[in-house]
């Protein structure tokens, strides 16, 4: 989609100040201690660390490299269309996003629950929606066959 950088960032630094504020100052952090590129409109950290996956705070993304090229690929997509959401919800990001991600991602029950039901993380309403907009955001596809929006269902 075609979309006034100016723009971009004036919502992204006005409507949406909480998460662009935490993640603004989380990038600032990491400035000279982890790498740092530009994807698209979005600021991207990355943070080489066990366990860690990836996270989006406003226009800024933090993600671990180190789990080889297809999934970074396909991890900046996804995480930038959390920038997306952020973008569209403002401050409505973290009750609507937010919460319900680091939820579905991080509580015991629920990665135990994915994992028996053979349950995919991303078919979570605000992943798959993440999904979705990336992709059309970012004008590129996903490489990895299971995430991809042309896969047969």
Not at 105 to 123: A, G, I, M, Q, T
Request: glycine residues 10%; proline residues 6%; contains cysteine.
């Amino acid at each position: 989609m075609k979309f006034p950088k100016w723009l971009f960032y004036l919502i992204q630094f006005t409507w949406a100040l909480p998460q662009n504020l935490a993640g603004g100052l989380g990038y600032l952090a990491c400035r000279g201690k982890w790498p740092q590129e530009r994807f698209r409109q979005g600021f991207v950290t990355y943070i080489e660390k066990s366990g860690f996956g990836g996270v989006s705070l406003g226009c800024f993304i933090f993600m671990n490299p180190g789990n080889g090229a297809v999934y970074t690929h396909d991890t900046r997509i996804h995480e930038f269309g959390h920038c997306v959401q952020s973008l569209l919800l403002g401050a409505l990001y973290w009750p609507v996003v937010a919460i319900p991600s680091f939820l579905w991602c991080n509580l015991p029950p629920l990665v135990r629950w994915r994992k028996n039901n053979s349950v995919s993380y991303y078919s979570l309403y605000c992943e798959s929606w993440a999904n979705n907009w990336g992709c059309r955001w970012a004008r590129e596809e996903f490489l990895e066959p299971a995430l991809r929006s042309d896969k047969k269902r």
